[in-house]
């Protein structure tokens, strides 16, 4: 008999929220089932209460026709349940074997590893996965995608039932993308129940058999992937039809001289860059990983030391050697990895708001907390930041509400230069609606965007020009009648077939 999970009205409350609300439906060996809803809809939560993280408040689940109800991840993992979240899960300066076998690592005699047969055993399983990975080598000194291939292997050792994906390509490039979906396809083959979160519809198409749609922590429906589409999934997830995203935006169609310009900006990174940003436009930069996009912003903003280059902003040079000057100027940056560098996790939403601007809020070395909650207060309101208050904790808000906090943070200092790296990362697709009029409304107030985005739909979709780097350069620039996929792809491999020496 093929292996099940099934829930069973699921229910799962927090302070404030009823974060999954009567939650049904079953998952089958040998099938990838999607789970797609909104930042915020429930997937994460439910994820967790099937992984013992957290207990549910109603409701059940079966695994193969059992009840269960585990305590904590621990007794999951003993019963066949396997997550991979979006933060790895292993410890880096240990070797590969050591991670995959991390409970169960052989000795011998006197209770001294026997590093022969853990590396022979981890062999095994890394030729079983046909992966270029080396037992012995540490965690840390392999890229994104190979330490999720760790933790996948970790997980496959196990002899799971059910293995999750929270998320599992927000991180990786389109050719470690297909490397990931060979092993779930490898998983899939062997009779595993395979729960795949995710909210880029292309993987879902292109990956998945079953479709569970969740909003507000409801249950929607569930339908075989080959008897829908986009349109219709997006509309069972926001609740209604968006339509064409882009088309449909209000922009500035006025854009009028030039406040900002980069001369020979260059680094170990980046290499003689140069271009201009007009008022109100939004300036969009594309490129394959690692071509020198968000190294060349770190530069401006001045997070990474500059070797040369001049910066000027509205016709005056200035001098960045910090990012606290780069404020001061009126430049301000959203940078690519919100958690690690966007946030302040264990602090309330509305010290994340005012962080940017404490000066302002200060008088006699003491913050005003009425100006402060004020400010907070105006700012979700005016984001739609979901929230039940704004004491809240960051961490605990939805990526996408998470993004608008730190959007609100930058625009409280009313900034002259936005930069927006990979703004919607891990973004549900209503979210990504909001996220990109927000952009083409602060364009229209004049504020000069630059987007870094690894989804080219979204770059040509936005952009009123679109810069093109590969390798530290840029290859060229291309207006937004005359950019496509093609024409960007093409430029952003420019160097590597010696079409730019």
């Known amino acids: ?181 060979k092993i779930i396809a490898k998983l899939k083959a062997k009779g595993l129940i395979i729960l795949y979160v995710s909210h880029r519809m292309k993987e879902i198409f292109q990956m998945t058999d079953q479709v569970v749609i969740i909003k507000d922590g409801q249950y929607v429906t569930q339908i075989p992937t080959k008897e829908t589409n986009e349109r219709e999934i997006v509309k069972m997830m926001v609740g209604r039809n968006l339509g064409d995203i882009f088309s449909e935006l209000d922009r500035n169609k006025k854009k009028d001289g030039i406040m900002l310009k980069v001369e020979n900006l260059t680094n170990d990174y980046v290499k003689d860059v140069s271009f201009e940003l007009k008022k109100g436009e939004i300036l969009g930069f594309a490129g394959l990983v690692g071509a020198g996009r968000t190294e060349t912003m770190r530069a401006i903003f001045g997070a990474d030391k500059k070797t040369t280059g001049r910066v000027h902003l509205d016709g005056r040079e200035i001098h960045i050697k910090a990012p606290e000057d780069a404020i001061a100027c009126g430049i301000a940056l959203c940078p690519e990895d919100r958690k690690e560098e966007g946030i302040i996790g264990g602090r309330a939403i509305k010290e994340n708001i005012s962080i940017g601007i404490l000066k302002k809020l200060t008088k006699r070395g003491f913050v005003d907390r009425n100006k402060e909650i004020n400010l907070a207060e105006s700012s979700v309101k005016e984001l739609r930041i979901r929230t ?91 207006s937004n009648e005359e950019a496509t996929e093609e024409k960007v792809l093409t430029l952003a491999m420019a160097d590597m077939l010696g079409g730019n020496e």
């Open 1 to 181: 008999m093929n292996s099940s999970v099934e829930f069973r009205n699921i229910t799962k409350l927090f302070p404030g929220v009823r974060a999954l609300d009567g939650i049904s439906f079953k998952a089958k060996g040998g099938e990838v089932v999607a789970l797609v809803g909104e930042n915020g809809a429930g997937k994460s939560t439910l994820l967790k209460v099937l992984n013992g993280d957290y207990q549910a408040d109603g409701g059940q689940y079966l695994i193969d026709g059992e009840e269960r109800r585990f305590k904590n991840p621990q007794e999951a993992i003993a019963a066949g349940i396997s997550i991979i979240y979006q933060e790895r899960q292993i410890i880096p300066y240990l070797s590969v074997a050591e991670n995959i076998y991390m409970e169960e690592i052989p000795t011998k005699g006197s209770k001294l590893i026997d590093f022969r047969k853990l590396n022979a055993n981890a062999q095994s399983i890394i030729d079983e996965f046909n992966l270029p990975i080396k037992p012995s080598a540490k965690v840390k000194d392999l890229s994104v995608a190979y330490q999720q291939m760790v933790e996948i292997m970790k997980a496959y050792r196990r002899n799971p039932k059910v293995i999750a994906f929270d998320e599992p390509t927000a991180s990786l490039s389109d050719t470690e993308i297909e490397s990931l979906f």
């Open 388 to 478: 039940p208050h704004i004491e809240k904790k960051i961490r605990e808000l939805s990526g996408g509400n998470q993004q608008k906090t730190i959007l609100a943070r930058w625009l409280a200092a009313h900034p002259k230069v936005l930069i927006l790296d990979e703004p919607t990362k891990g973004i549900d697709i209503g979210s990504k609606a909001e996220i990109y009029q927000m952009t083409c409304d602060l364009a229209k107030k004049g504020i000069s965007v630059i987007l870094i985005s690894s989804e080219l739909t979204e770059v040509l979709g936005l952009s009123d020009r679109v810069i093109v780097m590969c390798e530290g350069r840029i290859t060229g620039e291309l």
